[in-house]
């Protein structure tokens, strides 16, 4: 049954395969867990659509870098550009070369400074951070020291975070930031510069540490740690709240973070909006995807229901495979049988051709010779309204010729007489047109102008094909030597039945056995 649903994808995939293609490029600002999973998303939404086609670039946290990534992939002819831009205002000129080349942009997750886009979605980076910080303040119960470890400077989730976070624990004039910490959404970047203020800040309690994400709250952690001067009771709260393993919810559930909040990847339904936008049809043109925030009380039941979406997604992901390689196969299948049918069809015109050439040749030849006498049919036989009589035939022979010539059958009858005397003494180099017609009971003119009437040919010329005939059936059915064939059919010079034989058939008597 399985097997039977792969073939049906497989054949309704090939079918299809004819409709226009969309080449949809993904810049990404970074590379890291969430990127992947949102781009593991894009290409699983990219399966439910066939004619989609997915173009990956990665600029490694670099301005520069993405800017050339957007050039390329627009160079390339891409229909749409799904892209996070590193900061708020240096990928602009790049974006807005796509927007004006007709190209449409979906920016997701980080904004730019400029209004050329066709469409924006993300979650709500400020809410998030301000739900943080509320979450922040009720678990010190209004009072405490925070370190705050930013998002890169200038991409707008860091921002907006950073001042939900600030409006929230504002409100709260027992919490105290204590600092707020470069860690540009990476941990190793939080782990140095972490490190690098607790040089001069050894001796300050830290009760809790917000980094703008999961992966800097934990390179805060591990900068403490490796200092030893993590605290027992110091917390540690982030974003991003990623399924899976190192993931966000996993770190909750094993009390390395105390919170997390789901920064939604949703790389599916960014796919989904991109061929909305390219299929002509109505579509939001800013879209906030929902979150929610990560504790103990609910880290398990998360984790759960992640793994299980994981499961399946993976299973998707072996079926899609199978179904690419059953179209692989079938592709290469295709060019087998094609070529296959290619070798036979030429096969079989060398065949009819070499047929044509030299056996159709032959019977050609031999057709002409049958068909001047030996198998002649009555119905082609003309009727003889008279012949003008050179000298009178003797009274029973004019009886005969009488009857004979008023009708076609009789014709034959007279053809197959001239036919036994002819074959009968065939041997007979000697053998004359007088000696036929007295066979035959006629006068030579009478038998000249008989034969030539029926036949067209002089008694002279098919007695010569008669013994040219008899030689090649001989030269067939024999190993005798050509100039003994030559002798028994009655040709007194070898020489001679050689240049009459190739005068008939067009070849020497020596090819026929070739
Ligand atoms: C992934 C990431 C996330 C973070 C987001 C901000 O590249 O660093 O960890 O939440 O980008 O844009």
């Given at each position: 049954m399985k097997n039977i649903c792969l073939l049906l994808l497989a054949i309704t995939l090939v079918s299809c395969s004819e409709r226009k293609v969309w080449r949809i490029g993904v810049s990404q600002c970074s590379v890291d867990i969430w990127r992947d999973k949102q781009n593991a998303e894009l290409k699983m939404g990219a399966y439910f659509h066939d004619n989609v086609e997915l173009k990956f670039a990665s600029a490694h946290d670099s301005d520069e870098r993405q800017v050339q990534q957007i050039d390329s992939l627009l160079d390339e002819g891409i229909d749409l550009l799904i892209v996070a831009p590193n900061q708020v205002s240096t990928i602009s000129t790049a974006i807005d070369r796509a927007y004006d080349k007709g190209v449409p942009v979906i920016v997701f997750e980080r904004k730019t400074?400029?209004?050329?886009?066709?469409a924006f979605i993300s979650a709500d980076n400020y809410e998030m951070g301000h739900v943080m910080g509320e979450y922040i303040v009720s678990r010190l119960h209004g009072h405490g020291t925070v370190l705050e470890i930013k998002g890169l400077d200038g991409s707008s989730p860091a921002i907006e975070r950073h001042n939900g976070f600030m409006d929230a624990v504002k409100?709260?004039?027992?919490?105290?930031?204590i600092a707020s910490l470069q860690g540009d959404w990476t941990e190793p970047k939080a782990y140095e510069a972490t490190k690098q203020w607790l040089i001069?800040?050894?001796?300050v309690p830290i009760d809790l540490v917000f980094g703008a994400n999961d992966r800097t709250a934990m390179g805060a952690r591990k900068a403490l740690t490796d200092t030893h001067?993590?605290?027992?009771?110091t917390l540690f709260c982030g974003i991003?709240?990623?399924?899976?393993?190192?993931g966000g919810i996993q770190q909750v559930r094993d009390s390395l973070l105390d919170a997390s909040y789901i920064y939604p990847t949703h790389g599916d339904q960014i796919l989904d909006l991109a061929v909305r936008i390219l299929e002509g049809k109505p579509y939001e043109k800013e879209t906030m995807l929902m979150s929610a925030l990560v504790t103990s009380d609910n880290a398990k039941v998360l984790q759960m229901e992640s793994e299980e979406i994981m499961r399946q997604a993976a299973y998707l992901d072996q079926l899609h495979e199978k179904a690419d390689n059953y179209l692989q196969q079938l592709g290469t299948q295709r060019i087998v049988n094609w070529l296959a049918i290619g070798i036979i069809a030429l096969l079989l015109a060398a065949i009819v051709l070499f047929y044509l050439y030299h056996v159709g040749k032959m019977t050609l030849r031999k057709e002409r010779v049958v068909n001047s006498?030996?198998?002649?049919?009555p119905e082609d036989i003309p009727v003889i309204e008279g012949t003008t009589e050179p000298s009178k035939p003797s009274g029973e022979t004019a009886a005969v010729e009488q009857a004979e010539e008023s009708e076609p059958i009789a014709n034959t009858f007279f053809i197959t007489r001239f036919k036994e005397a002819v074959e009968s003494r065939l041997?007979?180099?000697?053998?004359?047109v007088e000696d036929l017609a007295s066979d035959m009971n006629l006068s030579r003119v009478q038998l000249y102008r008989k034969v030539k009437a029926v036949t067209g040919s002089t008694p002279i010329e098919l007695l010569r094909t008669a013994r040219l005939n008899r030689a090649y059936q001989m030269l067939m059915t024999t190993d005798r030597s050509v100039s003994e064939i030559a002798y028994q059919v009655g040709f007194s010079a070898p020489s001679y039945f050689t240049k009459c034989f190739k005068e008939e058939y067009g070849m020497l008597p020596g090819d026929v056995r070739k």
């Open positions: 400074n400029s209004h050329k886009y066709t409100k709260a004039p027992g919490i105290k930031v001069n800040h050894k001796d001067l993590l605290l027992p009771n991003d709240g990623l399924p899976g393993k190192d006498l030996w198998n002649i049919k041997e007979d180099s000697e053998l004359s």
